[in-house]
Protein backbone atom coordinates (compact mmCIF):
# COMPACT_ATOMS: atom_id res chain seq x y z
CA UNK A 1 0.00 0.00 0.00
CA UNK A 2 1.23 3.76 -0.15
CA UNK A 3 3.18 4.55 2.37
CA UNK A 4 5.09 7.81 3.06
CA UNK A 5 7.82 7.56 5.59
CA UNK A 6 10.04 10.96 6.98
CA UNK A 7 13.28 11.07 8.31
CA UNK A 8 13.66 11.06 11.90
CA UNK A 9 13.22 13.94 14.70
CA UNK A 10 15.91 17.16 14.64
CA UNK A 11 17.56 19.43 17.07
CA UNK A 12 18.64 22.35 15.88
CA UNK A 13 20.28 26.04 17.01
CA UNK A 14 18.73 29.20 15.85
CA UNK A 15 20.39 30.19 12.13
CA UNK A 16 20.64 26.64 11.36
CA UNK A 17 18.93 24.54 8.58
CA UNK A 18 17.08 20.88 8.29
CA UNK A 19 16.61 18.87 5.50
CA UNK A 20 13.77 16.68 6.28
CA UNK A 21 12.91 13.23 3.98
CA UNK A 22 10.02 11.76 2.69
CA UNK A 23 10.34 8.40 0.94
CA UNK A 24 7.83 6.83 -1.08
CA UNK A 25 6.89 3.24 -1.17
CA UNK A 26 3.76 1.86 -2.77
CA UNK A 27 3.60 3.94 -6.00
CA UNK A 28 6.50 5.64 -7.83
CA UNK A 29 7.03 9.65 -6.37
CA UNK A 30 6.80 11.04 -9.95
CA UNK A 31 3.00 9.87 -10.09
CA UNK A 32 2.04 13.00 -7.93
CA UNK A 33 2.72 15.91 -6.16
CA UNK A 34 4.07 15.97 -2.73
CA UNK A 35 2.72 19.04 -0.49
CA UNK A 36 4.44 20.03 2.70
CA UNK A 37 2.59 20.98 5.97
CA UNK A 38 4.15 21.85 9.58
CA UNK A 39 1.76 22.24 13.08
CA UNK A 40 3.30 24.13 15.30
CA UNK A 41 2.64 23.30 19.18
CA UNK A 42 -0.88 24.65 19.70
CA UNK A 43 -1.54 25.52 16.25
CA UNK A 44 -3.28 24.62 13.39
CA UNK A 45 -1.59 22.64 10.06
CA UNK A 46 0.14 25.03 7.92
CA UNK A 47 1.16 24.89 4.52
CA UNK A 48 4.87 25.34 3.29
CA UNK A 49 4.74 24.51 -0.17
CA UNK A 50 4.73 21.78 -3.06
CA UNK A 51 6.82 19.75 -5.35
CA UNK A 52 5.49 18.10 -8.55
CA UNK A 53 8.63 15.40 -8.49
CA UNK A 54 8.24 14.63 -12.09
CA UNK A 55 9.44 17.96 -13.75
CA UNK A 56 10.57 19.61 -10.24
CA UNK A 57 8.08 22.13 -11.06
CA UNK A 58 8.02 23.66 -7.27
CA UNK A 59 5.12 26.44 -5.32
CA UNK A 60 6.38 27.70 -1.98
CA UNK A 61 3.96 29.20 0.23
CA UNK A 62 4.86 33.60 0.71
CA UNK A 63 5.72 33.20 3.86
CA UNK A 64 8.69 31.22 3.51
CA UNK A 65 9.86 32.05 -0.25
CA UNK A 66 13.53 32.51 0.13
CA UNK A 67 13.46 30.07 3.41
CA UNK A 68 12.51 26.75 2.05
CA UNK A 69 13.89 24.57 -0.95
CA UNK A 70 12.18 21.19 -1.86
CA UNK A 71 13.79 19.03 -4.10
CA UNK A 72 13.74 14.88 -5.19
CA UNK A 73 15.91 12.02 -6.25
CA UNK A 74 13.42 10.09 -8.29
CA UNK A 75 15.79 6.89 -8.18
CA UNK A 76 15.54 7.10 -4.84
CA UNK A 77 11.71 7.61 -4.93
CA UNK A 78 12.28 10.62 -2.19
CA UNK A 79 11.52 13.58 -1.70
CA UNK A 80 13.13 16.76 0.59
CA UNK A 81 12.32 19.72 2.07
CA UNK A 82 14.80 22.14 3.42
CA UNK A 83 14.39 25.41 5.87
CA UNK A 84 16.90 27.47 6.55
CA UNK A 85 17.58 30.35 8.60
CA UNK A 86 15.82 28.26 11.45
CA UNK A 87 13.84 29.97 14.30
CA UNK A 88 12.24 28.53 17.19
CA UNK A 89 8.89 29.61 16.00
CA UNK A 90 9.74 26.63 13.64
CA UNK A 91 9.58 24.27 16.06
CA UNK A 92 6.90 22.21 14.60
CA UNK A 93 6.20 18.57 13.18
CA UNK A 94 6.30 18.38 10.06
CA UNK A 95 4.53 16.17 7.27
CA UNK A 96 4.39 15.39 4.08
CA UNK A 97 1.43 14.47 1.97
CA UNK A 98 0.51 13.38 -1.33
CA UNK A 99 -1.78 14.71 -3.52
CA UNK A 100 -3.64 12.09 -5.80
CA UNK A 101 -6.75 13.58 -5.51
CA UNK A 102 -8.50 16.59 -7.46
CA UNK A 103 -8.38 18.38 -4.43
CA UNK A 104 -6.63 16.80 -0.79
CA UNK A 105 -3.89 15.15 0.26
CA UNK A 106 -4.77 11.29 0.52
CA UNK A 107 -1.48 10.22 2.10
CA UNK A 108 0.82 11.56 4.94
CA UNK A 109 3.90 10.70 6.45
CA UNK A 110 4.26 9.88 9.72
CA UNK A 111 5.83 13.75 10.70
CA UNK A 112 9.30 14.71 11.52
CA UNK A 113 9.70 16.82 14.65
CA UNK A 114 12.19 19.63 14.19
CA UNK A 115 12.85 21.20 17.83
CA UNK A 116 14.70 24.94 17.52
CA UNK A 117 16.34 25.50 20.41
CA UNK A 118 19.39 27.71 21.66
CA UNK B 1 -4.28 36.10 0.50
CA UNK B 2 -7.04 34.13 1.32
CA UNK B 3 -8.80 32.64 4.41
CA UNK B 4 -11.01 29.93 5.71
CA UNK B 5 -12.63 30.40 8.80
CA UNK B 6 -13.47 27.41 10.99
CA UNK B 7 -15.84 27.69 14.68
CA UNK B 8 -12.92 26.66 17.18
CA UNK B 9 -15.09 24.03 18.79
CA UNK B 10 -18.20 22.02 18.74
CA UNK B 11 -19.83 19.80 20.86
CA UNK B 12 -21.81 16.58 20.21
CA UNK B 13 -23.83 13.42 21.92
CA UNK B 14 -22.91 10.00 20.35
CA UNK B 15 -25.49 8.74 17.57
CA UNK B 16 -26.39 12.42 17.20
CA UNK B 17 -25.37 14.41 13.70
CA UNK B 18 -22.83 17.37 14.10
CA UNK B 19 -22.02 19.81 11.11
CA UNK B 20 -18.96 21.97 11.03
CA UNK B 21 -18.46 24.44 8.67
CA UNK B 22 -15.87 26.26 6.78
CA UNK B 23 -16.11 30.28 5.02
CA UNK B 24 -14.57 31.81 2.70
CA UNK B 25 -14.80 34.13 0.10
CA UNK B 26 -16.46 32.75 -2.95
CA UNK B 27 -15.27 29.12 -1.68
CA UNK B 28 -18.54 27.06 -3.15
CA UNK B 29 -16.42 28.19 -6.77
CA UNK B 30 -13.44 26.51 -5.36
CA UNK B 31 -13.34 22.32 -4.29
CA UNK B 32 -13.06 21.92 -0.46
CA UNK B 33 -11.45 19.23 1.34
CA UNK B 34 -11.54 18.03 5.01
CA UNK B 35 -8.96 16.40 7.37
CA UNK B 36 -9.45 14.37 10.78
CA UNK B 37 -6.33 14.86 12.92
CA UNK B 38 -6.29 13.33 16.28
CA UNK B 39 -3.45 13.93 18.52
CA UNK B 40 0.06 12.49 17.94
CA UNK B 41 -1.60 10.55 14.62
CA UNK B 42 -0.93 11.92 10.95
CA UNK B 43 -3.99 13.91 9.64
CA UNK B 44 -6.56 11.77 7.34
CA UNK B 45 -8.21 12.81 3.94
CA UNK B 46 -12.31 11.84 4.96
CA UNK B 47 -13.74 14.27 2.39
CA UNK B 48 -12.23 15.82 -1.32
CA UNK B 49 -13.56 17.25 -4.20
CA UNK B 50 -16.41 18.90 -1.98
CA UNK B 51 -18.43 15.45 -1.23
CA UNK B 52 -16.47 12.38 -2.27
CA UNK B 53 -15.33 9.97 0.58
CA UNK B 54 -11.97 8.36 -0.06
CA UNK B 55 -11.87 4.33 0.02
CA UNK B 56 -11.97 3.10 4.28
CA UNK B 57 -14.15 6.72 5.21
CA UNK B 58 -17.22 5.62 7.13
CA UNK B 59 -20.74 6.51 5.01
CA UNK B 60 -21.58 8.65 8.17
CA UNK B 61 -18.75 11.30 6.77
CA UNK B 62 -20.08 13.96 3.80
CA UNK B 63 -19.41 16.97 2.22
CA UNK B 64 -21.30 20.03 0.38
CA UNK B 65 -20.29 23.32 -0.64
CA UNK B 66 -22.05 26.01 -2.00
CA UNK B 67 -21.63 29.79 -1.41
CA UNK B 68 -19.33 30.95 1.09
CA UNK B 69 -19.42 27.69 3.11
CA UNK B 70 -18.74 24.43 3.01
CA UNK B 71 -19.81 21.84 5.32
CA UNK B 72 -18.71 18.62 7.15
CA UNK B 73 -21.53 16.15 8.35
CA UNK B 74 -21.25 13.93 10.38
CA UNK B 75 -24.06 11.08 11.28
CA UNK B 76 -24.43 8.69 13.87
CA UNK B 77 -21.18 10.71 15.72
CA UNK B 78 -19.03 7.81 17.77
CA UNK B 79 -16.73 8.31 20.22
CA UNK B 80 -13.91 7.89 17.62
CA UNK B 81 -14.69 10.14 15.57
CA UNK B 82 -13.72 12.87 18.42
CA UNK B 83 -10.55 15.05 16.60
CA UNK B 84 -9.98 18.20 15.19
CA UNK B 85 -11.01 18.50 11.55
CA UNK B 86 -9.52 21.07 9.40
CA UNK B 87 -10.91 22.71 5.94
CA UNK B 88 -8.75 22.95 2.93
CA UNK B 89 -9.23 24.01 -0.41
CA UNK B 90 -6.67 25.73 -3.32
CA UNK B 91 -6.66 29.32 -4.59
CA UNK B 92 -4.45 30.41 -7.05
CA UNK B 93 -2.24 26.76 -6.58
CA UNK B 94 -1.50 27.50 -3.08
CA UNK B 95 -3.09 25.24 -0.33
CA UNK B 96 -5.13 26.98 2.71
CA UNK B 97 -6.20 25.61 5.90
CA UNK B 98 -9.07 26.38 8.23
CA UNK B 99 -7.79 27.47 11.70
CA UNK B 100 -9.19 23.79 12.69
CA UNK B 101 -11.73 22.64 14.81
CA UNK B 102 -11.76 20.65 17.61
CA UNK B 103 -14.65 18.05 18.17
CA UNK B 104 -15.59 16.82 21.38
CA UNK B 105 -17.80 13.95 21.69
CA UNK B 106 -19.67 13.51 25.12
Known amino acids: QVQLAQSGAEVKKPGASVKVSCKAS????????INWVRQAPGQGLEWLGR????????RYAEKFQGRVTMTRNTPLNTAYMELSSLRSEDTAVYYC???????????WGQGTTVIVSS | SYELTQPPSMSVSPGQTVSITCSGD??????ASWYQHKPGQSPVLVIY???TRPSGIPERFSGSNSGNTATLTIGGTQPMDEAEYYC?????????FGGGTKLTVL
Open chain 1, 97 to 107: ARRATPSGMDA
Open chain 1, 26 to 33: GYTITSHD
Open chain 1, 51 to 58: LNPNGGDV
Open chain 2, 26 to 31: KLGDKF
Open chain 2, 49 to 51: QDR
Open chain 2, 88 to 96: QTWDSNTAV
